[in-house]
């Protein structure tokens, strides 16, 4: 399981995916401010659980993809 972030966005309906893939709540949410605090029609997010693999990590430097080289790391 993995947290993905769900953007809402000006003039639509539903909300709006991309394919990063959290290992936890809390880095799903700090993306998803953080993308809030540079989008101009972003008008709010939600958290949502997926089936997915987790893909990335959000830590103090940003995004950091997860591969077979770079795995994620408990801190």
Do not use: C, H, Q
Request: net charge negative; hydrophobic share 40%.
């Amino acid at each position: 399981m993995s947290y993905k972030a769900a953007i809402k966005v000006t003039g639509e309906t539903g909300l709006s995916y991309n394919a990063l893939r959290f290992a936890t709540p809390e880095e799903a949410t700090a993306y998803a401010k953080n993308l809030f605090s540079r989008w101009m029609l972003m008008t709010g997010f939600e958290v949502e659980t997926s089936e997915d693999a987790v893909n990335y990590v959000w830590g103090n430097n940003g995004l950091t993809a997860v591969t077979a080289t770079n795995p994620p790391i408990s801190i």
